[in-house]
């Protein structure tokens, strides 16, 4: 192996770089549709139109996702109608558990949906109308 190819391997292990993570930012719906993140299933197609401020992030060797979102005050409620209240779901850690109850005793939202084998789990500022998610697998193989 050359000095230069040398070079590149250490600073391609050094970087971390696997290529399983995939991240996006989004001003706004139009531009999260063009990219197709929900036709993907890294984001369900509940969100409303006035959804901005969206960052997605990825990993497509473990199929988990986790970002952030605005919307707008009208269609908060909209959104959490199209949710449902947190319970606890399939294979979700104890960690994150934890989170989503310390979220919601300070008044927040904590939302859940699920589609065939994955579930999404929003914890929402009301003040805020922000939404921070997570999604994984409910089943093994997912």
Known sequence: MGRSARIVAVVFIMSGCSGADVSGQYKDMAALNADEIVQ???????????T????VNNNLDLNVS??????????YQVFLAATQPYS????SDDAFHRKVLQWQAVGN??????????????????????????????????
């Open 88 to 91: 606890k779901p399939k294979r």
């Open 109 to 142: 939202d904590a939302r859940q949906f699920s589609e065939e084998d994955f579930v999404w789990v929003f914890l929402c500022s009301k003040h805020l109308s922000k939404c921070e998610y997570r999604m994984w697998p409910t089943v093994s193989g997912a």
């Open 52 to 55: 901005r401020d969206i960052r």
């Open 66 to 75: 986790w970002g952030e979102f605005m919307v707008s005050r009208s269609e």
């Open 40 to 50: 993907k299933g890294w984001l369900p197609a509940i969100l409303p139109q006035s």
